[in-house]
Structures are given as C-alpha cells and as structure tokens.
C-alpha cells in the first residue's frame, strides 16, 4: 500500500469513527436508543448506518461516472450525433432506494433516448 492509500485508509477509518460516534449521539438524543438497550437495537441502528452508506458510496459511484460520460455520442440507431446529458434516475438497490444521475442520449432523429456505451466517445 502507498503512502496515499495509506492516507486514503487512514482518513476513512477516521470518518467511519466519527460517523459511528455521531451515530449514537443522534440515537441518544432523538430517543431511538434509551437507557441500557438490547445489543439487536444496537445492531439493527447500526445495519441502518451500513445500508445508507451503501447507497451514498453507490450514489457517489454512479456520479463519478456521469462525470466522466462523453458529451456527445452517436445515435445507435442512425448515426447522428447526439448531446449526452444527465438525467435523474431512481432505483431500488439490495440496501433500499436512490436516486442519481446517469448520462443519456437523446436522438432528435429517432426521437428516441439511449443509454450511451460506457467509457469513450462512441464510434
Ligand atoms: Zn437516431
């Protein structure tokens, strides 16, 4: 491991504790987690915690790659070439729903949307 993963691990065990701590504060204050609880409420606040950091990394995941998305591609259908832009997409992960952004083209010609290759310009 390189010094900037090393960095990387670091800082995000740092996160993941502080994420934790600040966790339990709000368990504590919102009246979620009272007094001396039974370790499945501690467990079932926390698998809460794991399934909606999943959906932000998947979120996060799926923004850096419309980030990434060519602006332009052509039409799978005739060729012409056509804007890619992103468009607001919400779906049911196995840790529950999210919404993102994904690109899409969408052809004046065919008058039709198509979801653009991944990685690169197209043909
Ligand atoms: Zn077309």
């Known amino acids: 491991m390189d010094g900037t993963m090393a960095e990387l691990q670091a800082r995000l065990d740092q996160l993941l504790k502080e994420a934790a701590r600040i966790a339990v504060a709000l368990d504590r204050a919102d009246g979620t987690v009272v007094g001396i609880p039974h370790y499945s409420v501690i467990e079932a606040r926390a698998h809460e915690l794991g399934r909606r950091l999943s959906r932000t990394v998947q979120a ?64």
């Open 60 to 123: 996060r995941h799926m923004g850096e790659l419309a980030s990434h998305a060519t602006r332009s591609v052509k039409c799978p259908e005739c060729g012409t070439r056509c804007e890619v832009v992103p468009r607001s997409r919400s779906v049911t992960s196995i840790d529950g729903p999210l919404d993102f952004d994904e690109p899409m083209g969408h052809c004046p010609r065919c008058r039709r949307g198509f979801f653009p290759p991944p990685g690169g310009a197209g043909p």
